[in-house]
């Protein structure tokens, strides 16, 4: 972990203070050690419900108050993000909105030498090396704990974070939102600014954050009127969707929160006909002659009357009238109902700039899916990359780390037979990519020669699992069993999609 001398020095000393004598601080792959509180980071401790004294509050917006919001973001930047929780717990439209974003990549990555001359170079130090980067990758989970970056950054726009190192772990810890803002870029990665007054209600909660923030809190005590300090670099650090704009946090999906609050007040309209639908109305007529005069009497026929009330369900009225009474409806008078919320629904998704096809549409084509979501994964795709200039401001600080570099592939679950396919065939024509064919199938590289070292040295696969006899495993081609093998769906035109559906011939 790079981190100016000062600071080296003030966390070996709170190491060697805190630890006892037969356990002392070690410093390996070039990490600085930390105190024993921090060695426990599997334990990590967020809060202390014994004394728990902040609770979060929730707020229930209005059609009329997003409307301001979206008038002016800059302003209303908090009660903007507000809003985004709250509707993203109440809205599973937007939630899973946000969720088929985040999941489109699975945050495969390769490991790759940097600025190195091939010719002129330690074998033995590259190896060692690269198994550092490696063991550093693996101690970050980046397939656990990056894709929660992904949802904060697709919910709220900005993910602020610091990451918690120890000899073998690598924990990313969101900093609150409301106390972070951006002002310097380095290495092509944001820094964070933290406002240290937010620890001014709240010092027990020093504790939960790493000991930089307890030694730049002492220098905010100092001087009240810089409450704004920038966090160290490389550990800490600002993730944005909308990274042309960075005075102020915009959630990328703000635009459709109106079409949500549409929903709702189709759903009202449609339980409120449908409660309507359901009653009914028996009248009685009291018949009259041309004079005006009762052919019945009044006092029998309200007596008739009172009877079959006191039968009647509740959802079913009656009145006893001298007058015709006429039916006045105000329903569409043509033959096709429209299902407003089936609309309203796909208007929200038609505005977040996504396909209706995804989310349950009659009318999904699969090479129209395809395309939509290929066009999805870019945005996904791009903050993915400002994860890996993260990743490698990180890397490239440590001495090990500084000529190699990640990439992130841009895969997903959606397209990894695609993109596996490519990378095999550039395997075959000689082209050194083994290492992202395995990565985008799932096999990283910490486990590509781990995984072929027990199956081929240790359990001897190859000559212990025979393959079963077969047309594949065959010198001859099992008759009849030739021709075209067909095509994948993404392959096909509407008319062959169709064909494949109905059983018959297509290619």
């Not at 035109?493 to 297509?506: A, C, F, L, P």
Request: net charge negative.
């Amino acid at each position: 972990m790079a981190k100016n001398k000062s600071q080296v020095g003030y966390s070996q000393r709170q190491s060697k203070k805190n630890l006892p004598h037969n356990n002392k601080p070690k410093n390996i792959d070039g990490m600085v050690a930390i105190s024993d509180r921090f060695a426990l980071l599997n334990r990590l401790i967020t809060r202390d419900l014994n004394n728990n004294t902040n609770t979060p509050t929730f707020s229930l917006y209005s059609k009329d108050d997003i409307t301001t919001y979206l008038a002016n973001p800059y302003k209303y930047e908090k009660q903007l993000r507000k809003a985004v929780i709250y509707i993203n717990g109440a809205s599973p439209h937007f939630r899973r909105l946000i969720q088929y974003f985040a999941g489109l990549s699975d945050l495969s990555y390769v490991v790759s030498p940097y600025r190195v001359d091939p010719k002129h170079i330690n074998n033995k130090s590259v190896a060692r090396n690269y198994r550092k980067v490696l063991n550093v990758m693996s101690a970050m989970s980046v397939k656990t704990q990056f894709p929660k970056i992904l949802t904060v950054c697709l919910r709220e726009d900005t993910f602020y974070g610091t990451m918690w190192v120890t000899n073998d772990n690598i924990t990313v810890q969101q900093l609150p939102s409301e106390y972070c803002a951006i002002s310097t870029i380095e290495g092509n990665v944001l820094n964070v600014t933290f406002d240290f007054s937010y620890f001014d209600a709240r010092k027990s909660l020093l504790e939960y954050y790493p000991a930089e923030f307890k030694t730049k809190y002492a220098i905010y005590e100092k001087n009240k009127t810089s409450r704004w300090i920038e966090l160290d670099s490389p550990t800490s650090f600002a993730i944005k969707c909308n990274n042309d704009i960075l005075d102020y946090s915009i959630p990328p999906f703000a635009g459709i929160l109106r079409e949500i609050y549409d929903i709702e007040d189709y759903k009202q309209l449609k339980l409120t006909k449908t409660a309507l639908e359901n009653y009914a109305m028996l009248v009685m007529d009291l018949p009259m002659d041309d004079d005006g005069n009762w052919l019945m009497d009044f006092d029998k026929a309200k007596e008739f009357w009172g009877n079959l009330d006191a039968v009647l369900p509740e959802e079913v009225g009656s009145v006893l009238s001298p007058m015709n009474i006429h039916k006045i409806s105000f329903e569409r008078s043509n033959t096709g109902d429209t299902d407003t919320i089936a609309d309203a629904e796909q208007n929200l998704f038609t505005a977040a700039g996504v396909s209706s096809l995804l989310f349950n549409n009659e009318k999904a084509s699969a090479n129209a899916l395809s395309l939509s979501i290929k066009a999805d994964q870019a945005i996904t795709y791009g903050i993915v990359k400002s994860i890996e200039d993260v990743i490698n401001r990180f890397v490239q600080s440590q001495s090990y780390g500084k000529n190699f570099k990640v990439t992130f592939l841009d895969v997903s679950p959606y397209n990894r037979k695609e993109a596996g396919d490519a990378y095999l065939k550039a395997c075959q024509y000689g082209i050194p990519m083994v290492s992202y064919y395995c990565a985008s199938q799932g096999l990283g590289q910490a486990e590509m020669d781990s995984m072929n070292f027990l199956e081929n040295e240790i359990l001897d696969v190859k000559s212990t699992f025979i393959p079963l006899q077969s047309s594949n495993t065959q010198s001859n081609v099992v008759k009849g069993d030739g021709g075209n093998p067909g095509k994948e769906l993404t392959e096909l035109t509407d008319s062959g999609e169709q064909s494949q559906e109905q059983g018959s011939d297509w290619g």
